[in-house]
C-alpha cells in the first residue's frame, strides 16, 4: 500500500504558479487537473475555485465547459460586449492595456450588450487602427433577467415581447404556460438570479396589454432573433415612473431585495448602542453636534460642530461607525461589497445595507445616543489645516436641520429663522466663517469647479411629473461638503503616514489625447495657443476664466470636462486631479459607500485596534476595481432614469418651441439643451433640408457648404419638439432658428 500524499499548505500557492501549470499543460486542465499538479486534495477545492476564477476575470484564463486553459493559447480576447445603436460593437477588453476591438453585427453570434464573451481576432478596421474579432463564445451573461415591453398581447398564441432596453434587438416568446410556472429563477449553475419572493405566484395572463411592461427570465433560443422567456413579475404601465425605476434597476442589475441571511443578520442587531459599546471610545455626547442634509434624507452618515481657538478654528466631523456592526466578510460585508454602494432614484433608494442599519442603528439621528469614528482638524486663522487627530467615539447629535434652514438662517440672515436655531446660531456662523476660507484656499491651489446644475424633478400628487428644473443649491450645501472634503484629506495623509495601507480616492489627470484635441479646438478660435507645460490644476482652472464671459466660455468648460478621466477607487496614491489634492480618500458616508467602511476598518487598526480585520494591498485593489463598476452602474443608471422620465414628460408637448443651447456634437447631428425646462433632444442633420452639413471636428461645429451656416457648441438656437420615443430613449427636434455665419468663428 503506498503513502497518502501529503497535501500543501493551500495558502502557500499563488495565482502565478496557476499560470505556469497552464503554460507547461498542453491540454485544457479541470478543476481536479489544477488541483493535483499544484500538489492540493479535495480538500482545497474552495481555495482553487477561487484562484480559477481570479484568472477567468482577469481575462487571462477561459472556461470552456468543466475545463480551463490560457486566453493566449487560445488566440482569443476576453472582455465586456457593448453594442451600439447600430447594431455593431465593441468588445473592451479584461486587459486595461489592450484596445477595444470592433465586432460587426455578423460576428456577434448570440452574444448581447453587456456579456462577458471571449473574442478571436479575425484583422483590422479603420486603416489598421484597431483589431476587428468575432465572438466565439459568451462566458456570462451580463443580464440573466430583463424588462420587456409587450408587443403583441396574449390571444391564440403566445405574448410577444421586445426588450426595453434598445441596445438588446431580439424577441421573447413568453407561452401561456410558461407565464404562470413557479419555482425559483436560477442561472446555468443553479445561482438565483431573482428574489423567490418577489415573483409573481400567479399571472393573469389574459389582463396583460401591448405596452405593458413585464419582467422576464430568459431561455432557449428559437432562432438568431427570437429566444423564448419566462415572467418573473408584471411590472405595469409603462408611463408609471415607479415601473420606469423597477425597469433602469433591472437593466442595471442593481438589487432590489436583500437575501434572507442578510435580513435576519440586520434583524438581530439591537435598536440602540448599549454601555458595552461605549468602553474604550471618547464620549462625546456633551459636543453639540448637528447633521445638515436634505429635506428628504433618512440615512444620516456625519455630524459637524465647529469651535473657535486661540489660534484658529477646530472642526469636528463625527461619522457613522458602521465597521462596529459589520464585520469583515460576514453576510452583511458581503451583500455591501456586492452592492458597492446605495443607488437613488427619483422615488425609491436601493440602500447599500438594509434599513434596520442605513435609517436605524447606524443613522446619526437626533437626540440617540450613536456610535461615531471622528476627526478633529485644527485649523490657522487663515483656514489651513495644522494638525488633526481621530478617535472612535459615541456622540448625541443635538439636531437634524436641512440645508434651506442653514441657508435661510445662516447665509440669508433671516431672522425667523435664526431664531428657530436658538444655541446652535452662533456655531452655525462660525461653519459658514471656517467653511468659506477653507474652500478660498481650495480654490486658490487649483481646485477645478465646473458649474453644471444637477436636475431635479418634480412630481405631482399623482406621482406624475410636473417639471424637471436645477436642483437648488447653495452655500449651506458648500459648509457640509467643505468640511467633508476636509476630513477626507486629513484620514487619507494619516493613514499614508502610518504605512497600513488606503483605499484611495483617485482622480487621474485629463485624457491627453482630448486635451490635445481641446487645444486645437481653442487655437482654432482663439482661446489659447498652447497646451499648458505642465498640465496642473491651476493652469486648466486659469483657462476657464480666460473664457468666463465671452462667447466660447460653454465649450471651454464642456470640452475641458468631457477630458477629464473618471474618478476611481484604489491602493496607489495617484493624488486627485479634480480637487487638487495630492492625497485623498472617501471616510465620510459609511452607510452608502463601501469604500468609506474600508477606509473606517483601516483607521481603527492604525489607532491600535488590534481586533478589527482589514484587507492587504491586494484585496484592496480587488476591492477598489469592484466598487469603481458599481459607482459606474449608479451613475448609468440615474441618467438613464432622467432620461427616461424626460421622454413620458414631453410627451404632451409635442409641436411646442424651445429655446436652448448646444451641448454636443456629432457627424450626424446635434443635442440641444433647453432653457424653459431640464431636457434636451437631438436636431440630426438628416433634418437641416437647406443644404447639406458636414462636421468640422477641429472647430467642433457643423457647417453648412452652400449657406455658411453655422452650429457650434454653446450655440443658443430656437427648436421645435417632433417626436419622442421610450423605445429609443431620444427626443427628436428640428431647427426653427438661430443659425449662424460660420466666418464668424473661423
Given at each position: 500500500?503506498?503513502?497518502?500524499?501529503?497535501?500543501?499548505?493551500?495558502?502557500?500557492?499563488?495565482?502565478?504558479?496557476?499560470?505556469?501549470?497552464?503554460?507547461?499543460?498542453?491540454?485544457?486542465?479541470?478543476?481536479?487537473?489544477?488541483?493535483?499538479?499544484?500538489?492540493?486534495?479535495?480538500?482545497?477545492?474552495?481555495?482553487?475555485?477561487?484562484?480559477?476564477?481570479?484568472?477567468?476575470?482577469?481575462?487571462?484564463?477561459?472556461?470552456?465547459?468543466?475545463?480551463?486553459?490560457?486566453?493566449?493559447?487560445?488566440?482569443?480576447?476576453?472582455?465586456?460586449?457593448?453594442?451600439?445603436?447600430?447594431?455593431?460593437?465593441?468588445?473592451?477588453?479584461?486587459?486595461?492595456?489592450?484596445?477595444?476591438?470592433?465586432?460587426?453585427?455578423?460576428?456577434?453570434?448570440?452574444?448581447?450588450?453587456?456579456?462577458?464573451?471571449?473574442?478571436?481576432?479575425?484583422?483590422?478596421?479603420?486603416?489598421?487602427?484597431?483589431?476587428?474579432?468575432?465572438?466565439?463564445?459568451?462566458?456570462?451573461?451580463?443580464?440573466?433577467?430583463?424588462?420587456?415591453?409587450?408587443?403583441?398581447?396574449?390571444?391564440?398564441?403566445?405574448?410577444?415581447?421586445?426588450?426595453?432596453?434598445?441596445?438588446?434587438?431580439?424577441?421573447?416568446?413568453?407561452?401561456?404556460?410558461?407565464?404562470?410556472?413557479?419555482?425559483?429563477?436560477?442561472?446555468?449553475?443553479?445561482?438565483?438570479?431573482?428574489?423567490?419572493?418577489?415573483?409573481?405566484?400567479?399571472?393573469?395572463?389574459?389582463?396583460?396589454?401591448?405596452?405593458?411592461?413585464?419582467?422576464?427570465?430568459?431561455?432557449?433560443?428559437?432562432?438568431?432573433?427570437?429566444?423564448?422567456?419566462?415572467?418573473?413579475?408584471?411590472?405595469?404601465?409603462?408611463?408609471?415612473?415607479?415601473?420606469?425605476?423597477?425597469?433602469?434597476?433591472?437593466?442595471?442589475?442593481?438589487?432590489?431585495?436583500?437575501?434572507?441571511?442578510?435580513?435576519?443578520?440586520?434583524?438581530?442587531?439591537?435598536?440602540?448602542?448599549?454601555?458595552?459599546?461605549?468602553?474604550?471610545?471618547?464620549?462625546?455626547?456633551?459636543?453639540?453636534?448637528?447633521?445638515?442634509?436634505?429635506?428628504?434624507?433618512?440615512?444620516?452618515?456625519?455630524?459637524?460642530?465647529?469651535?473657535?481657538?486661540?489660534?484658529?478654528?477646530?472642526?469636528?466631523?463625527?461619522?457613522?461607525?458602521?465597521?462596529?456592526?459589520?464585520?469583515?466578510?460576514?453576510?452583511?460585508?458581503?451583500?455591501?461589497?456586492?452592492?458597492?454602494?446605495?443607488?437613488?432614484?427619483?422615488?425609491?433608494?436601493?440602500?447599500?445595507?438594509?434599513?434596520?442599519?442605513?435609517?436605524?442603528?447606524?443613522?446619526?439621528?437626533?437626540?440617540?445616543?450613536?456610535?461615531?469614528?471622528?476627526?478633529?482638524?485644527?485649523?490657522?486663522?487663515?483656514?489651513?489645516?495644522?494638525?488633526?487627530?481621530?478617535?472612535?467615539?459615541?456622540?448625541?447629535?443635538?439636531?437634524?436641520?436641512?440645508?434651506?434652514?442653514?441657508?435661510?438662517?445662516?447665509?440669508?440672515?433671516?431672522?425667523?429663522?435664526?431664531?428657530?436655531?436658538?444655541?446652535?446660531?452662533?456655531?452655525?456662523?462660525?461653519?459658514?466663517?471656517?467653511?468659506?476660507?477653507?474652500?478660498?484656499?481650495?480654490?486658490?491651489?487649483?481646485?477645478?469647479?465646473?458649474?453644471?446644475?444637477?436636475?431635479?424633478?418634480?412630481?405631482?400628487?399623482?406621482?406624475?411629473?410636473?417639471?424637471?428644473?436645477?436642483?437648488?443649491?447653495?452655500?449651506?450645501?458648500?459648509?457640509?461638503?467643505?468640511?467633508?472634503?476636509?476630513?477626507?484629506?486629513?484620514?487619507a495623509e494619516f493613514l499614508t503616514e502610518k504605512e497600513l495601507g488606503c483605499l484611495y480616492r483617485v482622480h487621474p489627470g485629463p485624457d491627453s489625447e482630448k486635451l490635445t484635441n481641446l487645444f486645437k479646438v481653442l487655437r482654432k478660435i482663439g482661446i489659447s495657443k498652447q497646451i499648458p507645460d505642465p498640465v496642473t490644476p491651476q493652469t486648466l482652472?486659469?483657462?476657464?476664466?480666460?473664457?468666463?464671459?465671452?462667447?466660447?466660455?460653454?465649450?471651454?468648460?464642456?470640452?475641458?470636462?468631457?477630458?477629464?478621466?473618471?474618478?476611481?477607487?484604489?491602493?496607489?496614491?495617484?493624488?486627485?486631479?479634480?480637487?487638487?489634492?495630492?492625497?485623498?480618500?472617501?471616510?465620510?458616508?459609511?452607510?452608502?459607500?463601501?469604500?468609506?467602511?474600508?477606509?473606517?476598518?483601516?483607521?481603527?487598526?492604525?489607532?491600535?485596534?488590534?481586533?478589527?480585520?482589514?484587507?492587504?494591498?491586494?484585496?484592496?485593489?480587488?476591492?477598489?476595481?469592484?466598487?469603481?463598476?458599481?459607482?459606474?452602474?449608479?451613475?448609468?443608471?440615474?441618467?438613464?432614469?432622467?432620461?427616461?422620465?424626460?421622454?413620458?414628460?414631453?410627451?404632451?408637448?409635442?409641436?411646442?418651441?424651445?429655446?436652448?443651447?448646444?451641448?454636443?456634437?456629432?457627424?450626424?447631428?446635434?443635442?440641444?439643451?433647453?432653457?424653459?425646462?431640464?431636457?434636451?433632444?437631438?436636431?440630426?442633420?438628416?433634418?437641416?433640408?437647406?443644404?447639406?452639413?458636414?462636421?468640422?471636428?477641429?472647430?467642433?461645429?457643423?457647417?453648412?457648404?452652400?449657406?455658411?451656416?453655422?452650429?457650434r457648441l454653446g450655440q443658443k438656437i430656437t427648436v421645435r419638439l417632433e417626436s419622442v420615443s421610450l423605445e429609443m430613449l431620444e427626443a427628436n427636434l428640428s431647427l426653427v432658428s438661430g443659425a449662424e455665419d460660420y466666418k464668424k468663428f473661423v
Amino acid at each position: 500500500m503506498g503513502k497518502k500524499r501529503k497535501a500543501k499548505n493551500p495558502g502557500m500557492i499563488k495565482p502565478h504558479e496557476a499560470m505556469n501549470v497552464f503554460k507547461k499543460s498542453r491540454n485544457p486542465l479541470s478543476l481536479g487537473d489544477l488541483e493535483k499538479r499544484l500538489g492540493l486534495t479535495k480538500r482545497h477545492r474552495k481555495f482553487v475555485k477561487n484562484i480559477l476564477k481570479d484568472l477567468v476575470r482577469d481575462g487571462k484564463i477561459i472556461k470552456i465547459g468543466s475545463v480551463y486553459d490560457l486566453v493566449e493559447k487560445m488566440n482569443m480576447v476576453t472582455g465586456k460586449l457593448q453594442v451600439q445603436r447600430s447594431g455593431a460593437a465593441f468588445l473592451l477588453p479584461d486587459d486595461q492595456n489592450r484596445k477595444d476591438i470592433y465586432i460587426h453585427t455578423k460576428n456577434l453570434s448570440d452574444a448581447w450588450h453587456g456579456d462577458r464573451v471571449a473574442v478571436a481576432i479575425t484583422g483590422s478596421h479603420w486603416g489598421g487602427k484597431r483589431e476587428e474579432g468575432r465572438v466565439v463564445r459568451v462566458l456570462e451573461r451580463g443580464k440573466q433577467v430583463f424588462p420587456v415591453r409587450v408587443i403583441r398581447p396574449s390571444g391564440a398564441t403566445a405574448l410577444l415581447c421586445h426588450p426595453t432596453d434598445p441596445k438588446l434587438d431580439f424577441g421573447i416568446v413568453v407561452e401561456p404556460g410558461e407565464a404562470v410556472k413557479g419555482g425559483p429563477a436560477q442561472d446555468q449553475n443553479g445561482e438565483e438570479i431573482y428574489p423567490a419572493e418577489q415573483i409573481d405566484a400567479e399571472v393573469d395572463y389574459t389582463r396583460i396589454s401591448k405596452g405593458d411592461i413585464l419582467l422576464v427570465a430568459p431561455g432557449e433560443q428559437i432562432n438568431p432573433s427570437l429566444w423564448e422567456g419566462r415572467i418573473l413579475k408584471v411590472l405595469g404601465e409603462e408611463d408609471d415612473v415607479t415601473v420606469q425605476e423597477s425597469i433602469v434597476k433591472a437593466n442595471h442589475g442593481i438589487s432590489t431585495a436583500f437575501p434572507p441571511k442578510v435580513l435576519a443578520v440586520a434583524e438581530a442587531l439591537p435598536d440602540e448602542p448599549g454601555e458595552d459599546d461605549f468602553a474604550e471610545r471618547e464620549d462625546m455626547r456633551g459636543i453639540p453636534f448637528v447633521t445638515i442634509d436634505g429635506e428628504t434624507a433618512k440615512d444620516f452618515d456625519d455630524a459637524v460642530f465647529v469651535e473657535k481657538t486661540d489660534d484658529g478654528y477646530r472642526l469636528r466631523v463625527a461619522i457613522a461607525d458602521v465597521s462596529h456592526y459589520v464585520a469583515m466578510q460576514s453576510p452583511l460585508d458581503r451583500e455591501a461589497l456586492k452592492r458597492g454602494n446605495s443607488y437613488y432614484f427619483p422615488k425609491s433608494v436601493e440602500p447599500m445595507f438594509p434599513e434596520a442599519l442605513s435609517n436605524g442603528l447606524c443613522s446619526l439621528n437626533p437626540d440617540v445616543n450613536r456610535l461615531a469614528m471622528t476627526a478633529t482638524i485644527e485649523f490657522d486663522k487663515s483656514g489651513a489645516p495644522v494638525r488633526s487627530s481621530f478617535a472612535p467615539a459615541v456622540i448625541r447629535s443635538h439636531a437634524r436641520l436641512t440645508y434651506t434652514q442653514v441657508y435661510k438662517g445662516v447665509i440669508l440672515g433671516e431672522k425667523e429663522e435664526q431664531q428657530s436655531f436658538g444655541d446652535f446660531l452662533p456655531m452655525l456662523q462660525l461653519c459658514e466663517e471656517l467653511a468659506r476660507k477653507i474652500n478660498t484656499r481650495r480654490k486658490d491651489r487649483g481646485s477645478l469647479e465646473f458649474d453644471l446644475p444637477e436636475p431635479e424633478i418634480i412630481f405631482n400628487s399623482q406621482g406624475r411629473t410636473v417639471d424637471i428644473r436645477p436642483r437648488s443649491r447653495n452655500f449651506a450645501h458648500q459648509i457640509v461638503e467643505e468640511f467633508m472634503i476636509a476630513a477626507n484629506e486629513a484620514v487619507a495623509e494619516f493613514l499614508t503616514e502610518k504605512e497600513l495601507g488606503c483605499l484611495y480616492r483617485v482622480h487621474p489627470g485629463p485624457d491627453s489625447e482630448k486635451l490635445t484635441n481641446l487645444f486645437k479646438v481653442l487655437r482654432k478660435i482663439g482661446i489659447s495657443k498652447q497646451i499648458p507645460d505642465p498640465v496642473t490644476p491651476q493652469t486648466l482652472q486659469a483657462v476657464i476664466k480666460d473664457s468666463e464671459g465671452s462667447d466660447q466660455e460653454y465649450l471651454v468648460s464642456r470640452l475641458l470636462l468631457r477630458s477629464m478621466k473618471q474618478a476611481k477607487y484604489g491602493p496607489v496614491n495617484e493624488g486627485h486631479f479634480g480637487l487638487a489634492s495630492e492625497c485623498y480618500c472617501h471616510f465620510t458616508s459609511p452607510i452608502r459607500r463601501y469604500a468609506d467602511l474600508v477606509v473606517h476598518r483601516l483607521l481603527k487598526v492604525a489607532l491600535g485596534d488590534e481586533h478589527q480585520a482589514i484587507p492587504g494591498h491586494k484585496q484592496l485593489g480587488r476591492i477598489g476595481d469592484s466598487i469603481s463598476g458599481t459607482e459606474r452602474v449608479a451613475m448609468e443608471a440615474e441618467r438613464e432614469i432622467l432620461k427616461r422620465l424626460t421622454i413620458i414628460f414631453l410627451k404632451d408637448k409635442i409641436g411646442e418651441e424651445f429655446h436652448g443651447v448646444i451641448s454636443s456634437i456629432a457627424e450626424f447631428g446635434f443635442w440641444v439643451e433647453f432653457q424653459e425646462v431640464m431636457a434636451e433632444g437631438m436636431v440630426r442633420l438628416a433634418s437641416l433640408e437647406d443644404d447639406y452639413y458636414t462636421f468640422w471636428a477641429d472647430r467642433q461645429m457643423i457647417v453648412g457648404e452652400r449657406t455658411g451656416n453655422a452650429f457650434r457648441l454653446g450655440q443658443k438656437i430656437t427648436v421645435r419638439l417632433e417626436s419622442v420615443s421610450l423605445e429609443m430613449l431620444e427626443a427628436n427636434l428640428s431647427l426653427v432658428s438661430g443659425a449662424e455665419d460660420y466666418k464668424k468663428f473661423v
